[in-house]
């Protein structure tokens, strides 16, 4: 018996599409292949219109530069370290984020290592075995002192940058928070008639939450105002929560500034279990501006923080290291006070 053969043919997988090269893109732009490898090397000295064609094509053919490839040619590695720590908390997780960016608009790779900061050896371990492989350069991000020390006593054998917010230093930009932004709190509190503030701080291991505090109590001076204790907790919600249920007594304050939103939200959270009003009784303020603030009951007054300014920042540092070249300038713009219903007027007593 015979059969009629399928008019379609054999089925068949569909075709891979093949990735762009320089060729398509010169083809595509009306330039030579040679211009546009110029123009992924960064020189300068092409024509503004040319460059435009260029920009335009290697966008619409989505090309993406083959760093290995790339790497063979000229002997250089095209891929970044980064060490860092504590990757579930906001801040340092936004400045990776914005550090793998800058660098892949760079043309390199970001690896990212997490490490244990409560186990010293891992830290020697995971710093070994990253040195070792074949790297253009490490990005060390440093939020904790112990973290700050291994990387300092580290023999990187490739050009490296330790990022870390140095106690007190005015020219770092992840150090505006403090400078810049915790003043911008309490004078908004002092604004809404408060006079007695109490700060929920980080742990001290971080010098973030050491800056933080000495900017609480400086602001506290400036505006004439009356600090009625420090309390601390280690960023998560859980400790925010702690730092009032676990008190016998609340302090006599009309208002709290707290060192990250997660532990503001743990406080609001242990505040009214306590009987108290979030703003009439009491007002709240966080640092952060994460994207549930705007949503918590009441929405949180907040420090808006460019964290992926200062990863790119960072990735600046350490690209003018590796390219032997001047640092191209990142503008990292300032926290931004957001106020939202956690503050009101103090109450009258």
Known sequence: MSTSADPTGP?????????ATIYDVAQAAGVSHQTVSRFLTGFEGIRPATRERVVQALDDLGYRPNLTARSLKSGQSHRI???THEISQVGPARIVEGASIAAREAGYVLDIVSLDTRNPLAIEESLALITQHDLAGVLALAVTDEMTRAFEATSFRVPAYVASETDGAEDDPRGMLSRVGIPALVAHLAGLGHRRLVHIAGPTIWSAARNR??????????????S????HGDWSAASGYRAIAELTDLPDATAYVVANDQMALGAML???ERGLRIPDDISIVG???IPEAAYFDPPLTTLRNDFEGQGRAAVSRLLARIE???AVPVLVPPPLLVARRSSGPAPQR
Request: charged share 30%.
């Open 11 to 19: 089925s068949r997988a569909p075709a891979k599409v093949k990735a």
């Open 81 to 83: 370290g980064a060490l």
């Open 213 to 226: 505090i000495r900017a609480y109590d400086a602001a506290i001076d400036a505006q004439g105002l009356v």
């Open 228 to 231: 009625a204790g420090i309390l």
């Open 270 to 272: 242990a505040l009214k």
């Open 287 to 289: 640092v952060d501006d």
């Open 324 to 326: 032997r070249s001047e």
